[in-house]
């Protein structure tokens, strides 16, 4: 079956999605909920081509995993709307997410790749963990933003639109907390299933990966030991996404798309 057409519906749809939400920074006028609603069509839709195209399994080529994450942060996005209204994430997470999905779906043809149940369930935690760790950095983003129009006495535009500072703030901790259980998790089952983690083509992803557990577990404990908050909170947690990154994405891309190598 051909997904090309609703492919390019889906990545139209989380468009459509962000300049509904983004119109109050343009307009003032609120329309977050007819937004929200077509991000979830959006959404059942990438799932549904996901399931097409990779025949309802996990594909851990490097632009599967992307439009799996990116699915992912998608649907992560609506569920933080559900609790907290931060409809402007959106506006940074939708685009991402078409994206995402239109490289998976253009991008050359891959042979799929046997795995077993142990594998497929540490890939699980890694892709869930990087999905609720990046819009935690996406917040973070946000929470820069805020800050830096409260410090200037520039309330307006983009920043105007965000919800109060503490909750947005609070709402990142808790991303935080839950991403850094399911890294904790990613390593663990990494540690039991994976053999030879620590084997050439593995090893720099694992170390990176010790690394950001321990930047985001450093700032849980700061948080919760000294009431950490502000431009601190934000370092720590873009930093910790950016070994992320280099971890996952980086030495994937590295390994698949320059060096034409299966991990």
Known sequence: MSVTLPSLLAAALY?????????PMLRGTAHAKAGLWIATVAVIVHFVILVSIHRGGIDLHFFAA??????????????????????TLGVLVFPIAAIFLLIDVFAPPTAPL??????????????LGYSVLSVAALLAILLAIQEHALRARRIGGFAG????????????????????????????SGILFVQNLFEQHLIHKTVLSIAAWLVFGILL??????????????RLTLSGMALLILAYLGSRFVLEVILKRVP
């Open 114 to 127: 046997p795995i077993e149940w142990q594998i497929k369930l540490h890939v699980v935690f890694a892709l």
């Open 161 to 188: 639109a965000l919800p109060p500072l503490t909750l947005t703030e609070a709402l990142m901790f808790q991303l935080i907390g839950a991403g850094f259980v399911l890294l904790t998790l990613t390593l663990l």
């Open 15 to 23: 468009i459509a999605a962000a300049i509904v939400l983004a119109w």
């Open 221 to 234: 404990f700061g948080r919760w030991k000294y009431g950490w908050r502000g431009r601190r909170a934000v």
């Open 66 to 87: 992307l439009s799996l994450v990116g699915a992912c942060m998608a649907a992560m996005c609506l569920l933080v709307n559900l609790a907290r209204p931060i409809a």
